[in-house]
């Protein structure tokens, strides 16, 4: 992405911003669809949100996991800590949002590859209970390339080491256009 530099750049998805073009207001989703137009593969360091409201890494999602995520030599990594938001059992993180967290961590490694993609399966070995309040280490890295096909693995460890679960994903190259069907969408 055009982020090379890790600093954390913000795409333009949410704000309503003026077309150079035309002087048009710009949609949230041509904005959107503008800033993830082109990946790039991006050095090491702190990489963008892939939009400031998204449930994954969105900062500005009061229900979303808010995740930071930095480039690695061989793939992505997050530390996180759930909280309350995010309880299943009493104590314990929700299942659910465990696979939210690696699904989207599974999304910055389109910054490492220069694609765009989406996931078509998602699977979670739930190894011991991820407890809130606590450090995860979460990495990912893309396993192999299969023409439109990225095999993707991740895990997470506690500070110990001990791995708390671990995650595989494909995920299927698609094209910018496949973001205009989010155009259906019809929230205030
Ligand atoms: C910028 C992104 C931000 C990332 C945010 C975090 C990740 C997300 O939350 S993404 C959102 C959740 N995912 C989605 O909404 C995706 C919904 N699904 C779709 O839109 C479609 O099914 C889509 C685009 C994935 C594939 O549709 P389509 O293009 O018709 O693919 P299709 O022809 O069925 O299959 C494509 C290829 O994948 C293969 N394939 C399909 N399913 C699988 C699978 N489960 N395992 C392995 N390969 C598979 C097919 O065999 C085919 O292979 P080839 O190209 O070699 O023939």
Redesign the pocket.
């Known amino acids: 992405m055009s982020d090379a530099q890790g600093q954390g750049r913000q795409p333009e998805a949410v704000k309503t911003v003026d077309d150079d073009t035309d002087r048009q207001p710009m949609s949230t989703l041509d904005a959107w669809v503008r800033s993830?137009a082109h990946?790039e593969p991006a050095s090491l360091g702190r990489l963008p949100a892939?939009s400031p409201t998204?449930a994954?890494c969105g900062s500005e999602n009061p229900a979303g996991l808010a995740l930071v995520v930095d480039a690695t030599e061989d793939g992505v990594r997050a530390v996180h800590r759930f909280d309350r938001r995010q309880e299943g059992a009493p104590g314990i993180a929700h299942g659910g949002l465990v696979a939210a967290a690696f699904?989207?961590l599974?999304?910055?490694l389109?910054y490492r590859v220069g694609e765009?993609?989406?996931?078509?399966?998602l699977t979670v070995e739930y190894l011991r209970p991820v407890l809130l309040g606590t450090d995860y280490e979460f990495t990912a890295k893309v396993r192999t390339r299969?023409?439109?096909?990225l095999?993707v693995d991740a895990s997470a460890v506690e500070t110990d080491g001990r791995r708390v679960a671990t995650a595989d994903a494909?995920?299927?190259i698609?094209d910018v256009d496949?973001?205009e069907?989010g155009r259906a969408t019809t929230l205030p």
Not at 116 to 121: D, G, I, K, N
Not at 146 to 149: I, L, N, T, V
């Open positions: 993830m990946p892939h998204c994954g699904d989207d599974f999304g910055f389109l765009l993609a989406v996931t078509r399966s299969e023409g439109r096909r095999h494909t995920f299927i698609v496949h973001f069907q």
